[in-house]
C-alpha cells in the first residue's frame, strides 16, 4: 500500500524555519517526481515545489523561491521542505504528494495526510 | 506563469442534478490539465488526468473535455459523496498551478 507520512510541522515564530519531511512505502519512492502543495486556512491548495526522481531538478513557486529548499533521500526514501524566514501567510497545512507519469504528463495521485504549520509570536 | 480561472467558485445543487464547472488558463495547454476533489480536512484526491481520463476507481459519472484554455468536468448524476471543492490543475510548465477551485454544496 502506497503511503506517504509528513512530519515536522507545528508552531514557529515569524523569521523563523522549519523543515517538513515526508516519509515514504508501498512503491519505489526513487523512481517517482514528487511536489509540495500546501493549504492555508480556508483557501484553495497552492503548489509549491516540484523534484525530479533523482532529486537533480528542482522547481519552486514564486511565493517560496529562495525561501525554502526542496530536497529528498531516495536510499532513506524521505522527501524534505526546508522552509526559511517564515511569515504569517505560510500558516497551512503542507501535503507531500507522488507524481504519477500517465504517458503524457504528471497527475499527483498520492497523498499525505498534511502537517500544519503555523507561523506566529 | 500560468493562471487558472475556476467558475464558478462555488455552485449549489440537489442529488441527481448535472453539473459543470470550467476551467480557463492564460495560455495554451493542451491537455495538460487535471482535476481534483477535496473533502474537508482530507487530502484532495486525483479524479482525472490529461483532461479526460479517469483516474482508477473514480466512477464514470465523472468526465472531462477540452483542450488549450478551456476545459470543464462534468458530474453527470450527483450523488452525496461528490460535495466537495474541486480543482484544476496544469501541467505543463514547470508550476502545477491549480485553479481557485469549485466548493459544490447540496441545494
Known amino acids: 500500500e502506497v503511503q506517504l507520512v509528513e512530519s515536522g510541522g507545528g508552531l514557529v515564530q515569524p523569521g523563523g524555519s522549519l523543515r517538513l519531511s515526508c516519509a515514504a512505502s508501498g512503491f519505489t519512492f526513487r523512481s517517482y517526481e514528487m511536489n509540495w502543495v500546501r493549504q492555508a486556512p480556508g483557501k484553495g491548495l497552492e503548489w509549491l515545489s516540484y523534484i525530479s526522481s533523482s532529486g537533480s531538478t528542482v522547481y519552486y513557486a514564486d511565493s517560496v523561491k529562495g525561501r525554502f529548499t526542496t530536497s529528498r533521500d531516495n536510499a532513506k526514501n524521505s522527501l524534505y521542505l526546508q522552509m526559511n524566514s517564515l511569515s504569517a501567510e505560510d500558516t497551512a497545512v503542507y501535503y507531500c504528494?507522488?507524481?504519477?507519469?500517465?504517458?503524457?504528463?504528471?497527475?499527483?495521485?498520492?497523498w499525505g495526510q498534511g502537517t500544519l504549520v503555523t507561523v506566529s509570536s | 506563469d500560468i493562471q487558472m480561472t475556476q467558475s464558478p467558485s462555488s455552485l449549489s445543487a440537489s442529488v441527481g442534478d448535472r453539473v459543470t464547472i470550467t476551467c480557463r488558463t492564460s495560455?495554451?495547454?493542451?491537455?495538460?490539465l487535471n482535476w481534483y476533489q477535496q473533502k474537508p480536512g482530507k487530502a484532495p484526491k486525483l479524479l482525472i488526468y490529461?483532461?479526460?481520463s479517469l483516474e482508477s476507481g473514480v466512477p464514470s459519472r465523472f468526465s472531462g473535455s477540452g483542450s488549450g484554455t478551456d476545459f470543464t468536468l462534468t458530474i453527470s448524476s450527483l450523488q452525496p459523496e461528490d460535495f466537495a471543492t474541486y480543482y484544476c490543475q496544469e501541467s505543463h510548465s514547470n508550476s502545477y498551478t491549480f485553479g481557485q477551485g469549485t466548493k459544490l454544496e447540496i441545494k
Open positions: 490529461v483532461v479526460s
Open positions: 504528494a507522488r507524481l504519477q507519469y500517465n504517458g503524457q504528463s504528471y497527475g499527483a495521485d498520492y
Open positions: 495560455q495554451n495547454i493542451g491537455t495538460y
